[in-house]
């Protein structure tokens, strides 16, 4: 473990403990993140091309002050996009049930 960093910036170097459930249309890992989050979740959207009748925007959520790129999310909608990078963070195995409500509902264990 690396000391004297904020724990914001070891986001990627957690230890799996929460599994998310798996995504339906009205529940999907955009909303089950949001509601695990007792951390601090923002997201940077911004639209990134396609035409005006079909713009192409992309998501990076920021995690306790901490930009995490490599979640990146791409989608024809801010929301499809949030969705996407939201998939990416719940499924990268770096949520840890000390930080949400959801952890221990939704652990397997």
């Not at 911004?46 to 009748?53: A, I, S």
């Not at 979640?71 to 990268?92: D, N, Y």
Request: proline share 9%; charged share 20%; net charge negative.
């Amino acid at each position: 473990m690396i000391v004297n960093m904020p724990p914001a910036a070891l986001f990627l170097e957690r230890t799996p403990t929460i599994q998310f459930r798996e995504p339906s249309s009205v529940w999907g890992y955009l909303p089950q993140l949001n509601e695990w989050g007792s951390i601090h979740l923002v997201w940077e959207t911004e639209r990134v091309g396609g035409p005006d009748h079909v713009p192409h925007f992309r998501a990076v959520p920021i995690c306790e002050d901490e930009r995490l790129e490599v979640f990146t999310g791409f989608g024809l909608s801010k929301k499809a996009a949030k969705e996407e990078a939201a998939r990416h963070m719940a499924l990268s195995g770096h949520c840890v049930s000390g930080h949400g409500p959801l952890g221990a509902a939704l652990s397997p264990y």
